[in-house]
């Protein structure tokens, strides 16, 4: 009598995938799938990580510190041209920064942007994308925002390509036929959770900015 199939499911994030027992289908071994919590919804709290982790991320996972907007040509086989627009995200018009991340960071910035839409459908709700509004800069780029924003940092993260700042007061709506709204307020509860949940899974570190009005993320 042939041995039944043993199916498991892994939840990541809010993506479901389904296999049998990891490609082994007759597989006897217990496969433990690790358990998170919710988000609690203190985003102070919550995403909080100094900012020297973010630089320690950086400098372990990115390029540079590039010094001037040449400097990209040096690291062109390293980092990837973020798109100005997908179904899953869109990038704001980029006056301080410029659109490139190295691979690792490119692939959370995916995966953001994937499973915010995911668990929006999962929840029966209209479908929005977030925005990002500030990616990778450089020495000039830093000093010239410092001249307008004095919370600046010239130690940014952002020098090394692996960071990025998605909004959270508001979001692109992607369907205008659709009668169906969410508050910007309800929009930044899901983003958080979904954020919450790589953030568990050692994928980043996260700031959440109040000024700003953003969360400042890293890839690790």
């Known amino acids: 009598m042939a041995k039944p199939i043993i199916y498991t499911t892994l939840i990541i994030g809010t993506v479901t995938l389904i296999g049998s027992a990891?490609?082994?289908?007759?597989?006897?071994?217990?496969?433990?799938?690790?358990?998170?919590?919710?988000?609690?919804?203190?985003?102070?709290?919550?995403?909080?990580?100094?900012?020297?982790?973010?630089?320690?991320?950086?400098?372990?996972?990115?390029?540079?510190?590039?010094?001037?907007?040449?400097?990209?040509l040096l690291y062109e086989d390293k980092l990837e041209r973020i798109p100005g627009e997908l179904d899953i995200y869109r990038v704001d018009k980029l006056t301080h920064s410029m659109p490139f991340l190295v691979s690792k960071a490119a692939t959370l910035l995916s995966d953001i942007g994937l499973n915010f839409r995911d668990s929006l459908i999962s929840?029966?709700?209209?479908?929005?994308?977030?925005?990002?509004?500030?990616?990778?800069?450089?020495?000039?780029?830093?000093?010239?925002?410092?001249?307008?924003?004095?919370?600046?940092?010239?130690?940014?993260?952002?020098?090394y390509g692996t960071t990025i700042d998605i909004a959270w007061a508001r979001f692109d709506k992607i369907d205008s036929m659709d009668e169906r709204t969410l508050s910007d307020s309800k929009l930044k509860?899901?983003?958080?959770?979904?954020?919450?949940?790589?953030?568990?899974?050692?994928?980043?570190?996260?700031?959440?900015?109040?000024?700003?009005?953003?969360?400042?993320?890293?890839?690790r």
């Open 123 to 159: 929840k029966n709700m209209p479908l929005y994308k977030p925005i990002v509004t500030s990616i990778t800069r450089t020495d000039d780029d830093v000093k010239g925002l410092s001249r307008r924003n004095g919370n600046a940092s010239e130690n940014s993260a952002h020098r």
């Open 22 to 72: 990891f490609n082994n289908r007759y597989s006897e071994q217990p496969i433990e799938v690790k358990k998170y919590t919710r988000f609690s919804g203190n985003y102070s709290s919550t995403f909080n990580d100094l900012p020297e982790l973010h630089i320690e991320a950086a400098i372990e996972n990115g390029v540079g510190p590039l010094e001037t907007r040449a400097d990209t």
């Open 189 to 219: 509860d899901v983003l958080g959770q979904v954020l919450y949940d790589l953030r568990e899974r050692d994928r980043c570190y996260i700031k959440h900015e109040r000024k700003q009005a953003c969360f400042h993320i890293t890839v």
